[in-house]
């Protein structure tokens, strides 16, 4: 249905040319535009022929939607190599519109399709095989569903991949929907449904940019950026900074990163900027700031490969809390690799930047005795390199100056 309103919407209030420079914007504004009309009888029948045509491989029909796709995947590409997110392939449902045929031709040979008095086509999932939980997979038409094209998706790419696990990554809005996915799969005799599994997200709530209610990721990501921008030029330190820009880009994207996987993945929170942009604090601001303070410590002494430390000399307390902190890191590592949580590599290493900003006070590395000094700057040296390792399993990349 929105595939069919966003077509009728583009017939109706397209601009080609306004498709070509900004086509996520545009086809938003469409797709709101159409939707005020989404309820009238005219529209919605509008909207199932365009859907239907698609299915038809209808040539005119075809060639809107392949635009469509392709500058959307152009923009996505753009967006999230900001985000140093690159994707082998982009296969969404249209690739497994004919595929989807083939499902529903395999669950009627299985047994498992039935067919409502309506004409739907559906799938018993109750135990009791009473009906009582079942999931639609056929329109009355015989046109395929969000559904059949998933399970389409998931026996092609386990075909083609043979993955160990089968992630997918969406809000949890759809948890049901993939619940689903797994079980008719199972029926199906498919027994690798059990490495299949969902890692839901829940929703970022209060968050306004300048465009709006609606919220796109790029304003989001040029909006950090310019409010770092701001604090580095009025905070006292930044003079010297080679590329200002660059670094405010990576500054502002670790706040938003760590904010976002402070909390279960699955929990709405409240997006505040002032938080997430906070120097002092949980904030991927302190992150970066611990990292480049400790990177210019390392520069200050020479940056010199350190052999043959002596390591008996750390006897302080704050020495000896960072060096227990250190030893946790495979265990946190291991933790998030089991339950999927970011959480835990995010208060591993907000507990590390604390730690380390306490010794870094009190372990002074110039003018103390050169094997204190030596051993002292090697411990720093640790830290550093975990909190970058950390960094970049999240996705941020550490900054050297700021």
Same mark, same amino acid.
């Given at each position: 249905m929105q595939? =069919? /309103? /966003?077509? &009728? =919407?583009? +017939?109706q209030f397209g601009n080609k040319e306004k498709l070509k420079s900004s086509p996520l914007q545009h086809l938003f504004e469409v797709y709101v535009q159409i939707n005020k009309a989404a309820e009238e009888e005219n529209t919605k029948k509008l909207a199932k022929d365009f859907f239907r045509k698609l299915e038809e491989h209808d040539e005119q029909t075809l060639s809107l939607w392949k635009q469509f796709r392709s500058f959307s995947i152009e923009e996505y590409i753009r967006i999230y190599k900001r985000l140093g997110v690159h994707f082998d392939e982009y296969s969404g449902e249209s690739f497994y519109q004919e595929k989807s045929q083939e499902v529903l031709k395999m669950l009627e040979e299985k047994g498992l399709l039935q067919k409502t008095m309506k004409g739907t086509g559906i799938v018993d999932l109750s135990e009791k095989k009473d009906l009582s939980s079942f999931s639609t997979v056929m329109r009355s038409d015989g046109t395929s569903l969000y559904i059949t094209r998933d399970l389409a998706a998931a026996i092609d790419r386990m075909n083609k991949h043979n993955c160990d696990t089968m992630m997918y990554v969406t809000d949890k809005s759809q948890s049901n929907h993939f619940q689903h996915l797994f079980q008719i799969l199972k029926l199906m005799g498919y027994d690798w449904a059990e490495r299949c599994q969902h890692v839901? #997200?829940? @929703?970022? !709530?209060g968050m306004k940019t300048r465009r709006g209610e609606v919220i796109f990721l790029e304003d989001v990501l040029d909006e950090a950026r310019s409010r770092m921008l701001q604090n580095m030029a009025s905070a006292k330190t930044t003079k010297e900074i080679e590329n200002p820009v660059e670094t405010a880009e990576k500054i502002g994207l670790a706040a938003l990163i760590i904010q976002? #996987? !402070?909390?279960? /993945?699955?929990?709405?929170? !409240? #997006?505040?900027?002032?938080? %997430?942009l906070q120097s002092r604090g949980d904030t991927g601001v302190f992150l970066q700031y611990t990292h480049a303070r400790l990177h210019s410590l $390392? !520069?200050?002494?020479?940056? $010199? +490969? @350190?052999?043959? &430390?002596?390591v008996a000399c750390l006897q302080e307390p704050e020495a000896i809390s960072v060096l227990q902190h250190l030893l946790r890191y495979d265990e946190v590592l291991y933790r998030s690799s089991q339950d999927l949580q970011p959480k835990h590599i995010v208060s591993y290493?907000?507990? @590390?930047?604390? /730690? %380390? %900003?306490? %010794?870094?006070?009190?372990l002074l590395v110039k003018g103390s005795a050169p094997e204190l000094a030596q051993a002292r700057l090697c411990l720093f040296q640790a830290v550093r390199l975990v909190l970058a390792n950390g960094m970049k399993l999240l996705g941020i990349t550490p900054v050297t100056q700021m």
């Open positions: 595939f =069919g /309103l /966003l077509g &009728v =919407g583009f +017939q839901s #997200f829940g @929703l970022v !709530q976002d #996987f !402070q909390g279960l /993945l699955s929990s709405d929170y !409240q #997006f505040s900027w002032d938080r %997430a $390392e !520069q200050m002494h020479g940056n $010199e +490969q @350190l052999t043959d &430390v002596n290493l907000l507990t @590390l930047s604390h /730690l %380390a %900003a306490v %010794a870094h006070k009190t």
